[in-house]
């Protein structure tokens, strides 16, 4: 483990460190979570979901030529939110874990990068807190967010009842959000 003069320990976890390689924090806050992430993978496992503080991976879905994103209902959060969630066992990389849970939530099979295919780029990196409910404590996620994109919007199916998905314009998905975080992530989405 290193130290680093102003922050104390920082991790040395090299599936962090490779997640986070080339990624600028664009606001102080956010340098402040990402610096808060470091802190708490020199002293545990932030991939594990029983830690109080882990990874997760989200992606805002995206349908370029319309210009809409899909939103979906989180029944726990009791608000509109980004497709994404924990990483499964032995899952070390935040953009499979956002792949695989848009892939599940959405039904959507033609899911890629976007505006890159291969690799989209890190847009965001936000800790936020969840209520304590399905028998875990309140806790809080490190969540690494992307931009996938499909061209079959119409295929969605969401993953239950309960979890209602919605494609809106980037106005609209703004307005529906209850959460700064995300209209932060929507206002840093690529051009259409």
């Given at each position: 483990?290193?130290?680093?003069?102003?922050?104390?320990?920082?991790?040395?976890?090299?599936?962090?460190?490779?997640?986070?390689?080339?990624?600028?924090?664009?606001?102080?806050?956010?340098?402040?979570?990402?610096?808060?992430?470091?802190?708490?993978?020199?002293?545990?496992?932030?991939?594990?979901?029983?830690?109080?503080?882990?990874?997760?991976?989200?992606?805002?879905?995206?349908?370029?030529?319309?210009?809409?994103?899909?939103l979906r209902w989180h029944e726990r959060m009791g608000s509109w939110?980004?497709?994404?969630?924990?990483?499964?066992?032995?899952?070390?990389?935040?953009?499979?874990?956002?792949?695989?849970?848009?892939?599940?939530?959405?039904?959507?099979?033609?899911?890629?990068?976007?505006?890159?295919?291969?690799?989209?780029?890190?847009?965001?990196?936000?800790?936020?807190?969840?209520?304590?409910?399905?028998?875990?404590?309140?806790?809080?996620?490190?969540?690494?967010?992307?931009?996938?994109?499909?061209?079959?919007?119409?295929?969605?199916?969401?993953?239950?009842?309960?979890?209602?998905?919605?494609?809106?314009?980037?106005?609209?998905?703004?307005?529906?959000?209850?959460?700064?975080?995300?209209?932060?992530?929507?206002?840093?989405?690529?051009?259409?």
């Amino acid at each position: 483990m290193e130290r680093h003069p102003d922050t104390g320990p920082v991790d040395t976890d090299p599936a962090l460190a490779g997640a986070l390689a080339d990624y600028e924090p664009r606001t102080a806050r956010e340098a402040e979570d990402v610096a808060r992430l470091h802190r708490a993978a020199a002293t545990g496992d932030v991939w594990s979901r029983s830690s109080p503080l882990h990874i997760t991976g989200s992606a805002v879905v995206v349908h370029p030529p319309t210009g809409r994103v899909l939103l979906r209902w989180h029944e726990r959060m009791g608000s509109w939110l980004q497709v994404g969630g924990h990483a499964d066992p032995g899952e070390t990389d935040p953009l499979q874990t956002a792949r695989r849970e848009a892939a599940e939530e959405t039904g959507l099979t033609d899911l890629a990068g976007w505006p890159d295919p291969a690799r989209p780029p890190l847009i965001h990196v936000v800790i936020v807190p969840v209520p304590a409910g399905k028998g875990e404590p309140a806790h809080e996620h490190a969540d690494f967010r992307y931009v996938l994109a499909t061209d079959t919007p119409d295929a969605v199916v969401a993953e239950t009842a309960a979890a209602r998905l919605r494609w809106l314009s980037r106005a609209e998905a703004a307005a529906a959000v209850a959460w700064d975080n995300l209209n932060e992530t929507l206002s840093r989405l690529p051009a259409a």
